[in-house]
């Protein structure tokens, strides 16, 4: 399996604009995590769904942010518009339910710079 | 809510001592304990958890222990290497029937072994 998937790796853009970062969780996974990670405010959970639906979003930020999922292969995570207090690196993880399912998988992370 | 206090922010020790690394959490109801390592610009990596029913956990030079009463569990490294240089995280988890929730981390500690 490739792992969990990010896409951008990295992205620049300017204050006020658009921005979508994408994840493709590990197949079989039924639930998909979003953390953003600072050097202020270390590593924190946006929001969370199980099998396709939001469990707890009380991380997500505020308006701006907004995270979908619409089949259980793809995620995406949105900020509109932007601001440069959103410049951080955005996780993405995925983990199954069962008796193995407490691990986590980190997908390698999409850093966004926001000037 | 839940929240999960880990220190020393920054560790350093000489090749083949032993590091400890200590967090403390607040909810009692927590039940499962991760430690994730993440080296610079990568991903954080499950190395090693412990469930509340058990008092210690080992996996080869790292071990894991946990004192409910207290509520802190710790993180032990022997025989450092290089390799083990990295950012530590610990945090702590209410599991529900799902065997999934939603972790909570702290800070991070940096670990530098020097050789």
């Known amino acids: 399996d490739a792992g969990v998937i990010q896409s951008p790796r990295h992205e620049v853009t300017e204050m006020g604009q658009e921005v979508t970062l994408r994840c493709k969780p590990i197949?079989?996974?039924?639930?998909l995590f979003w953390y953003r990670q600072t050097m202020m405010r270390g590593l924190e959970l946006l929001i969370y769904?199980?099998?396709?639906?939001?469990?707890?979003d009380s991380g997500m930020p505020e308006d701006r942010f907004s995270a979908k999922m619409p089949n259980a292969s793809f995620s995406t995570l949105k900020i509109q518009p932007s601001e440069p207090r959103d410049s951080a690196v955005y996780f993405c993880?995925?983990?199954?339910?069962?008796?193995?399912?407490?691990?986590?998988?980190f997908g390698p992370g999409t850093r966004l710079t926001v000037t | 809510g839940e929240n999960v206090e880990q220190h020393p922010s920054t560790l350093s020790v000489q090749e083949g001592d032993s590091a400890v690394i200590k967090c403390t959490y607040s909810?009692?109801?927590?039940?499962?304990f991760p430690w994730y390592k993440q080296e610079l610009g990568k991903r954080p990596q499950l190395i090693i958890d412990?469930?509340?029913?058990?008092g210690e956990k080992k996996d080869q030079r790292i071990a894991v222990t946990l004192n409910k009463t207290a509520k802190h569990f710790s993180l032990h490294i022997t025989e450092t290497q290089p390799e083990d240089s990295a950012v530590y995280f610990c945090?702590?988890?209410?599991?529900?029937?799902?065997?999934?929730?939603?972790?909570?981390f702290g800070q991070g500690t940096t670990l530098q072994v020097k050789p």
């Open positions: 993880a995925s983990s199954w339910t069962g008796t193995g399912g407490t691990e986590q998988y």
């Open positions: 197949s079989g996974h039924d639930y």
């Open positions: 769904f199980n099998n396709n639906v939001p469990i707890d």
């Open positions: 909810d009692s109801a927590s039940n499962y």
């Open positions: 412990i469930r509340s029913n058990v």
């Open positions: 945090a702590a988890v209410v599991l529900g029937s799902s065997n999934t929730g939603k972790l909570i």
